[in-house]
């Protein structure tokens, strides 16, 4: 069951387009690890703007990714790639449907 999820913003620094993609691509293989994470979605919304969207069952699930690997990435390395800190959103799931699963 999918009850929270979480949007975050980000803007790349001119010139670090493709090494913000690539951060984003590499973050799903620690995503990978993490239980709690249902679903993962790492996108490209213009030149400059980047995001992550996923989905949990509860909050504790997504205090759990805030805190894991990829949060901590995103604090060690968002002074270099982004123009601005990253803007976070937590969300409440009114429906959904995944693989196999809704609600």
């Known amino acids: 069951m999918i009850e929270v999820a979480l949007s975050v913003i980000v803007q790349?620094?001119?010139?670090?387009?493709?090494?913000?993609?690539?951060?984003?691509r590499g973050a799903r293989s620690i995503?990978?690890?993490?239980?709690?994470?249902?679903?993962?979605?790492a996108l490209?919304?213009?030149?400059?703007?980047?995001?992550i969207f996923?989905?949990?069952?509860?909050?504790d699930a997504r205090r759990t990714h805030l805190s894991g690997g990829v949060g901590q990435a995103l604090a060690?390395?968002?002074g270099e790639l982004f123009s601005a800190e990253p803007s976070i959103q937590n969300i409440n799931v009114l429906a959904y449907k995944l693989p196999g699963e809704s609600g």
């Open 76 to 78: 060690a390395q968002g």
């Open 31 to 41: 995503v990978e690890q993490e239980q709690g994470t249902q679903a993962w979605f």
């Open 54 to 59: 996923d989905v949990f069952p509860n909050d």
């Open 44 to 51: 490209q919304l213009d030149k400059s703007t980047f995001g």
């Open 12 to 24: 790349a620094k001119p010139g670090k387009e493709k090494d913000v993609a690539d951060f984003l």
